[in-house]
C-alpha cells in the first residue's frame, strides 16, 4: 500500500516537473522572435502548422481508430476559404480565419456516410474523396482553377513574420488545449471505446456514429482554421501547395512517427521530422526523401509506438 | 453510336492491363487482408527492368518481360517476409503507412537508377499494324497484349483451381483460421502470395511500358487503378477482377472521352459510390475484408 502511495507520489512530482518545464519551454519558444534568426523563425512556424495539423488528425485517426486519408482537404479549404473571404469580400482576417474552420467543418459533415467503413476500406474512401474534391478545385472557375493565367489567390501583406509566429503558436496552444479539454469529456471516453472495439461499445450504449462524428468534425474544424492561417502567411496559394496529398500523408507520419493516438506524440513527430527534413533539405538534397521514407520504415518495422514510447517505461 | 461501341472496346482493350495489374492486390487483399500501397511499385518497376532488359542490354522482349516479372515476385516476397509480417497483427493503418513507406523508399531508389522521367518501349511486330473492324481502327499490338492478359489470367486461374499450392491459398482466403487449423502453413502461404502478386504486376509493368511512357512516379496511380478494379468486381477472385478490370477500362476510357478535366473527379466519386454500395465489390464473394 505505501509502495502504491509512493508510486503515486513520484507520478505527481514527475507530472509537476513536466509542467513546468512544458511552461517554461513555452515561454522559451514564445519569446524567439527576440533572439531567432529570419530563418529559424520560419522554419518553426512550418513547425507549428505541422504540429497542429498533426495534433487534429490525430484525434480521429489515433484516438478514434479511423484513419482519414483525405484530411488534407480540409485544410486547403481552410486556405481557400480565407482567400476567397478576403481577396472577393474584403473580409478582416480574425473573421475569415473563423470561416476557414467553419467551412471544413461544414463540410466534414458530408463525409459521415463514410463512417459505415472501417480500416483500409474507410482509409481508401477518404483518399478517393481528397482527389475527387482537388480535381473539382483546380477546374472550378469560381475557385480559380482551369485558366493559367489566374490559376490560384494572391493575398495582400497581412503582418510581419514575428505576428505570423505569434498567430500559428497562439493557433497551435488553442488546439492541443482544446484536444486534451475535448478528452477529457465524455466524447474522449467514447472514442477510446470505439477504438478498443466498437461493436462492445455500441453494445453498451454509446452512440458511435454521433461521437465519431463529432471527433471528424472536430478534427477537420482546426486544420480548416490552419490552412486560413496558412493562407496569408504564404502569400500565394493554388490547389497544388494547399489540396496537395503531401499534406494528408504529412499529418499521418508526424502523428505515427511522434506517437500515434497520443498529445504528445504528434508534437515530437512534428518537430523531429521537420528538423530531419530540413537538415537533409540542405546537406543531402538528392537523398531528401529517401531518408524521409527510410525513416518510416524503419519506426513502423521497429517502434509502432512511436518515438514517444521511447519516453516511457 | 459507333462512338460508344469504340469506348467499349478501346476501354475493354485496356481494362486488361488494369485487370492484370490488379489480380495480385485483389489476392492480397482477400488472403492476406491487407491493402498495399506499395502495390504500384510492381507495376512500374516491372516496366522499368523490362526497359532496361530490351533497350539497354537487347535480351529479346519476351524473355526481359518473364526476367521483370520474377525479379518482382522476389521482391513481394521481400517485402512480406521484412516489412509487412512485422506489423501484420497491428492496426491496419501501420501496414498501409508501412507500405507508403516502402513505396516512396522504392521509388527514390528507381529514380536514383531510371531517373525521374518517362520512358517507353517500341515493339516491333510482324504483321499490319491496324486492324479494321466496320470502320473502327484498331492496334493490333493492342489486341496482342489483350489475349497476353487473358492468357495470364488463365494460368493464374489454373494456378489456384487444380494445383496443392493454389488449395492452400484459396483455404487461407476462405478462412484463416480453419486453414491453419487443417495444417496449412499460413505463413508461407502469405509469401506464396505475395510472390505471386509480384509476378502478374510485375508481367502488367511489362506489358504497360510498350503502350504508354513509364515512370517511377507513377506507381500510386497503378495502386489506386487496382484498388478500384478490385472494388468494381470483387476481391480474391481471379474472375472478379477480370470483370472489374474490363468495367474499369471502359469507365476510365469514357471519363477521359467525354470529361477529361473532371475524369478524375468522376473516377473517384464512383468508387466512393461502390464503396458505400457494396463494399465486397460487384461480383464479391460475399466476405469483405477483415481488418
Avoid at chain 1, 95 to 110: E, R
Avoid at chain 1, 167 to 183: D, E, F, K
Avoid at chain 2, 9 to 28: E, Y
Avoid at chain 2, 249 to 266: E, T
Wanted: glycine share 12%.
Amino acid at each position: 500500500m505505501s509502495a502504491a502511495i509512493a508510486s503515486m507520489r513520484t507520478l505527481i512530482e514527475n507530472d509537476r516537473i513536466r509542467l513546468a518545464l512544458l511552461a517554461l519551454s513555452l515561454v522559451l519558444v514564445a519569446l524567439g522572435p527576440f533572439y531567432l534568426s529570419a530563418y529559424w523563425e520560419r522554419v518553426l512556424i512550418f513547425v507549428f502548422f505541422n504540429i497542429a495539423l498533426a495534433s487534429s488528425w490525430n484525434v480521429i485517426g489515433g484516438i478514434a481508430g479511423y484513419p482519414s486519408f483525405g484530411h488534407g482537404v480540409f485544410f486547403g479549404m481552410g486556405a481557400y476559404t480565407c482567400a476567397i473571404l478576403i481577396v472577393r469580400g474584403g473580409v478582416p482576417f480574425p473573421l475569415a480565419i473563423l470561416g476557414g474552420g467553419a467551412v471544413a467543418g461544414a463540410f466534414a459533415l458530408l463525409f459521415i456516410p463514410l463512417f459505415r467503413q472501417r480500416g483500409f476500406y474507410f482509409a481508401l474512401s477518404t483518399l478517393a474523396a481528397q482527389f475527387a474534391i482537388e480535381t473539382v478545385v483546380r477546374t472550378w472557375s469560381f475557385t480559380r482553377g482551369l485558366q493559367s493565367f489566374d490559376q490560384g489567390w494572391n493575398l495582400p501583406d497581412l503582418g510581419s513574420l514575428d505576428f505570423f509566429y505569434w498567430l500559428t503558436l497562439g493557433l497551435l496552444v488553442a488546439c492541443i488545449g482544446s484536444i486534451i479539454l475535448m478528452l477529457r469529456t465524455r466524447v474522449g471516453l467514447a472514442l477510446r471505446a470505439i477504438h478498443k472495439d466498437e461493436v462492445v461499445a455500441a453494445s453498451v450504449g454509446i452512440p458511435c456514429t454521433r461521437y465519431k462524428a463529432i471527433a471528424f468534425v472536430f478534427s477537420a474544424v482546426w486544420p480548416g482554421v490552419m490552412g486560413a492561417a496558412y493562407a496569408p502567411f504564404l502569400v500565394f496559394i493554388s490547389s497544388d501547395n494547399v489540396f496537395n496529398i503531401s499534406i494528408t500523408l504529412n499529418m499521418i507520419l508526424i502523428a505515427i512517427f511522434g506517437g500515434i493516438g497520443t498529445i504528445i506524440g504528434p508534437i515530437i513527430g512534428g518537430l523531429l521530422l521537420s528538423i530531419i527534413d530540413r537538415l537533409s533539405w540542405a546537406y543531402l538534397l538528392q537523398y531528401h526523401t529517401l531518408i524521409y521514407g527510410l525513416m518510416i520504415i524503419a519506426v513502423i518495422s521497429f517502434r509502432p509506438a512511436g518515438i514517444a514510447s521511447w519516453f516511457k517505461k | 453510336m459507333s462512338e460508344i461501341i469504340e469506348i467499349i472496346i478501346f476501354g475493354t482493350l485496356r481494362g486488361a492491363i488494369f485487370a492484370l495489374a490488379a489480380f495480385g492486390f485483389s489476392l492480397v487483399l482477400g488472403v492476406l487482408g491487407i491493402v498495399n500501397f506499395a502495390h504500384g511499385v510492381f507495376v512500374v518497376l516491372g516496366a522499368l527492368i523490362t526497359w532496361s532488359l530490351t533497350a539497354q542490354i537487347g535480351i529479346n522482349i519476351v524473355v526481359a518481360s518473364l526476367i521483370a516479372a520474377g525479379s518482382m515476385g522476389v521482391l513481394g516476397v521481400f517485402i512480406q517476409k521484412v516489412f509487412i509480417d512485422r506489423v501484420f497483427k497491428l492496426h491496419p493503418l501501420m501496414i498501409l503507412v508501412q507500405t507508403f513507406g516502402v513505396a516512396v523508399v522504392a521509388t527514390q531508389l528507381a529514380e536514383l537508377a531510371w531517373g525521374g522521367g518517362e520512358r517507353s518501349l517500341k515493339v516491333e511486330f510482324p504483321g499490319p499494324a491496324l486492324l479494321t473492324i466496320g470502320d473502327i481502327y484498331i492496334p493490333t499490338w493492342d489486341i496482342v497484349i489483350f489475349v497476353i492478359s487473358l492468357i495470364a489470367a488463365g494460368v493464374l486461374v489454373m494456378i489456384m483451381q487444380m494445383t496443392p499450392l493454389g488449395r492452400a491459398v484459396r483455404a487461407c482466403r476462405d478462412n484463416i483460421d480453419s486453414a491453419s487449423l487443417v495444417g496449412v502453413d499460413v505463413g508461407r502461404v502469405f509469401l506464396i502470395t505475395m510472390g505471386i502478386c509480384g509476378i502478374w504486376s510485375g508481367l502488367a509493368g511489362a506489358l504497360v511500358i510498350t503502350l504508354k511512357p513509364t515512370g517511377p512516379y507513377m506507381h500510386f496511380f497503378w495502386t489506386l487503378d487496382a484498388f478500384l478494379v478490385v472494388v468494381i468486381g470483387g476481391m480474391g477472385s481471379i474472375s472478379g477482377a477480370l470483370i472489374g478490370g474490363f468495367l474499369y477500362g471502359i469507365i476510365n476510357f469514357a471519363a477521359y472521352y467525354y470529361l477529361p478535366n473532371q475524369a478524375p473527379a468522376i473516377i473517384f466519386a464512383t468508387l466512393i459510390a461502390l464503396l458505400m454500395i457494396r463494399p465486397q465489390g460487384l461480383f464479391g464473394l460475399g466476405t469483405t475484408v477483415r481488418k
